[in-house]
């Protein structure tokens, strides 16, 4: 049972362009939700996260929106660049605060950034 | 700054045989998670531990076992292997109560 889902395995994008990945899930007890980006042969890097006590977090070029009643989260990149071009994952984990919570992975979205 | 590291990068065994894999987590972080990722899939949730205890399990056989040093590196066992364990195995670390847990490369493991 896939608790957190990404439907769109592969997304194209113009360089400069936004790219915007999406992540649904349907645990409601999940707080807190990661992105994470993968590159070939490399393990995964913490990229941005977000507490289920806001709809928004900023850094840098990238946003993450969260949408509780909607269960649905999602990953902006403004502008993209070629160097994006990666696997994107979301993660969800309930227990925010104590540190002892395993994260839920979706399958990833392909990200590639056309120059 | 080190961050998490992992060792083999590669392993190859055969079906029956055992391996152990290891971790040394980020500095300053206590606290080790490993999962497992399939080929087109995401990482899976095997156990957690904290102060040299497994603190969460994840749905994965008792083949399936670990430790936590007192410098709080780790290992990860797997008895008794069979062709559905191979994958690529990640640690992560964290720290204290913070929910962010940081990856390190990977080991790829095949089992024939």
């Known amino acids: 049972d896939q608790q957190v889902k990404q439907n769109s395995p592969s997304l194209s994008v113009q360089e400069g362009r936004i790219s915007i990945l999406n992540c649904d899930y349907t645990?409601?007890?999940?707080?807190?939700f990661l992105w994470y980006k993968k590159y070939p042969a490399e393990g995964p890097t913490f990229l941005i996260s977000?507490?289920?006590?806001?709809d928004k977090n900023e850094d840098g070029r990238f946003t993450v929106f969260l949408n509780k009643s909607a269960k649905h989260l999602s990953l902006h990149i403004v502008p993209s660049q070629p160097g994006d071009s990666a696997v994107y994952f979301c993660?969800?984990?309930?227990?925010?605060?104590?540190?002892?919570?395993?994260?839920?992975f979706g399958t990833g979205t392909r990200l590639t950034v056309i120059p | 700054d080190a961050g998490v590291t992992q060792s083999p990068t590669h392993l190859i065994k055969t079906r029956g045989q055992q391996v152990t894999l290891r971790c040394s987590p980020k500095?300053?972080?206590?606290?080790v998670s490993w999962y497992q990722q399939a080929l087109g899939q995401g990482p899976q949730f095997i156990f957690q531990?904290?102060?040299?205890?497994?603190?969460q399990r994840g749905n994965f056989p008792d083949r399936f076992s670990g430790h936590q040093f007192p410098n709080y590196s780790s290992e990860l066992n797997v008895n008794a292997l069979l062709l559905g364990d191979s994958a690529l195995y990640l640690c992560?670390?964290?720290?204290?109560?913070?929910?962010?847990?940081?990856f390190g490369p990977g080991t790829r493991l095949t089992v024939l």
């Open positions: 977000i507490s289920s006590i806001k």
């Open positions: 993660a969800a984990s309930e227990g925010s605060g104590t540190g002892a919570n395993n994260l839920f």
């Open positions: 992560a670390s964290s720290f204290g109560t913070s929910d962010t847990q940081y």
């Open positions: 531990y904290y102060e040299e205890e497994e603190r």
């Open positions: 645990n409601s007890m999940f707080d807190y």
């Open positions: 500095s300053g972080h206590d606290t």
